[in-house]
Structure formats: structure tokens, C-alpha cells
């Protein structure tokens, strides 16, 4: 159960990696690690960072914060919440898409970065009646990181470790108005203001951007259900051992911690409840 301390050794600069192979994975040995900052338009000062601690036992809280289980190293929690002293804490961001909570301040402030069909009406996620956000043009992708710097920004203040930024896949719902690398290139700039303020920051799911990680500048993964989908060995080609992997059925639980035992593991029940609510479920190997 180690932590890597990863050196930023260069400010962020403009334009992106053409890489598309995967890289080697992570070392899992102690000691320091250099990096230069990614690729990325948005200002941030050479820095270090930490990397959640190999093998270490995993809660996912996003459904809202409670004590974590006794043994609990690594804790992923919403942005507006207070952080699990003692333990590594990721910061949930949702950059991609508009949580209907949040569907005021994007009509009201910024309508010009929702995504829209040639009608003019918002493109949804129906699983979960979100919202996409419109990041297919440089402008627009400088615009959306300005305000998601300012939600990272209230991570590092908050004493979060790392942003993990879900809905990175957002392409594949836009009704072919996203591309692939519209949201590779967006997710550079993310992790350009993250490694900028100290934060590591997690690749959620999308294992077809594995082979684009030095573009995206993304340091681990959190990763839902890759063994009920066979994708951690996909995820661990290009992260090594950094995968963090949330599972909702006991049995993908069950399989991935026997075929993994050098990972971060954790079976929750899928509408993450706090405990004392109905259908909580948690488990950690």
C-alpha cells in the first residue's frame, strides 16, 4: 500500500501528444516519480502530487459521505463534500455532462456550451437526464475548462488528493456531435488545471482511451464494473496496478478479487445509499 509522489517538472503548455500507443505501465516500486505537466491551455504552477495508495482498500461514496469502513485507505466522494480525514480522497467532478442539479446554472449562465441538436434542443443522456456539454470547438473547450478549473480549484481547497472527471465517454451519447478526440483534448486541460493546483487526476472508464493516455495526461483509473466487462486487464496495460475498480454485482466482486488481488476492489450497490438506507451494500478486498 504505497503512495508514488509524482514531480510536475515543467509549467502547462499549448497543443496535445500525438501518441496513441500505450505506454508502459506505472512502476509499483517506491520512490519518487518525474513528469512533466500535461498538455493544455490553462496556467498552473509546477507542483507535486500523490497517487492513491496501491492496493489499497476502496469505499465509493458518491451517493453522499459517511464514516468509512474500518480499513478504508482511498475514498471517492462528491466535489461539495468534506473529505475522510486520514485517508486519500478523490474528488468526484462531473465535466462532461449536466447533473439536474446543476441544469440552472448552465441555462442561465452559459446556454452557448450545451450541447444541441440541429433543432436547437439540449443533447440527453436519458439513462441518467443529463445534459451534454458542448466541447467541440477550442473556444468552447477553453470555456468549459475555465469553469471546471474553478470546481478543481474547490478540491485542492477542500484537501482532496485527486479529481476523478466522469462522463469522459460523453462522445458516444452525442448523436455523433462529439468526437473522440474533442473529449481527449478536453480532458487534458482538465488535467492541466488539476496537476496545475497539486490533484492527481483519474481516466473514468472509456477503456478505448487507454492507448490515449499521454494525451490526456491522466494518471490512474477509476474504472466501473471492468470485471463484470473484462476490461481491468485493459485498463492495467496502460496504468499498471493504479486501477481503482467499483463492481455492483456480487459475483464481478467476487471473480475480480480473486483475479486481482493487487488491486483496489469495491462492490457498492449501484445508487450508492449511505448506511441505514435501504439496499446499502459495501464490501472491500
Known amino acids: 500500500m504505497r503512495i508514488l509522489i509524482l514531480t510536475l517538472a515543467a509549467a502547462c503548455g499549448g497543443g496535445g501528444s500525438?501518441?496513441?500507443?500505450?505506454?508502459?505501465p506505472p512502476s509499483t516500486t517506491d520512490g519518487p516519480i518525474t513528469a512533466d505537466a500535461p498538455p493544455g491551455s490553462l496556467d498552473g504552477a509546477p507542483g507535486t502530487f500523490a497517487l492513491p495508495p496501491l492496493d489499497g482498500k476502496l469505499d465509493y461514496q458518491l451517493g453522499g459521505a459517511y464514516t468509512p469502513p474500518a480499513g478504508v485507505l482511498i475514498v471517492s466522494r462528491d466535489?461539495?463534500?468534506a473529505i475522510a480525514a486520514g485517508d486519500y480522497n478523490i474528488c468526484y467532478v462531473n465535466g462532461f455532462q449536466i447533473q439536474p442539479d446543476e441544469t440552472a446554472f448552465w441555462t442561465g449562465q452559459h446556454p452557448e456550451l450545451i450541447l444541441r441538436n440541429a433543432g436547437g434542443n439540449p443533447v440527453i443522456d436519458t439513462q441518467w437526464n443529463e445534459m451534454l456539454i458542448d466541447v467541440s470547438t477550442p473556444a468552447k473547450?477553453?470555456?468549459?475548462a475555465a469553469i471546471v478549473d474553478g470546481w478543481i480549484a474547490g478540491c485542492a481547497q477542500a484537501g482532496f488528493d485527486a479529481v476523478e472527471i466522469d462522463n469522459l465517454d460523453s462522445y458516444a451519447r452525442s448523436t455523433g456531435?462529439?468526437?473522440m478526440d474533442n473529449n481527449v483534448a478536453t480532458v487534458a486541460l482538465f488535467a492541466a488545471s488539476a496537476h496545475g493546483r497539486g490533484l492527481a487526476i483519474a481516466q473514468k472508464n472509456a477503456t478505448?482511451?487507454?492507448?490515449?493516455k499521454a494525451e490526456m495526461a491522466t494518471d490512474f483509473v477509476v474504472a466501473e464494473e471492468?470485471?463484470?466487462?473484462?476490461?481491468?486487464?485493459?485498463?492495467?496495460?496502460?496504468?499498471?496496478d493504479h486501477v481503482l475498480s467499483i463492481e455492483y454485482r456480487p459475483q464481478d466482486f467476487t471473480a475480480g478479487c480473486a483475479a486481482y488481488p493487487q488491486l483496489s476492489i469495491v462492490l457498492r450497490d449501484v445508487n450508492l445509499v449511505t448506511?441505514?438506507?435501504a439496499g446499502y451494500v459495501y464490501d472491500g478486498c
Open 18 to 24: 500525438p501518441a496513441n500507443a500505450i505506454d508502459a
Open 79 to 81: 466535489r461539495n463534500a
Open 141 to 144: 473547450r477553453t470555456a468549459v
Open 177 to 179: 456531435l462529439l468526437t
Open 208 to 212: 478505448e482511451l487507454v492507448p490515449r
Open 226 to 240: 471492468c470485471n463484470r466487462y473484462q476490461e481491468c486487464d485493459t485498463y492495467r496495460a496502460g496504468y499498471g
Open 275 to 277: 448506511p441505514g438506507n
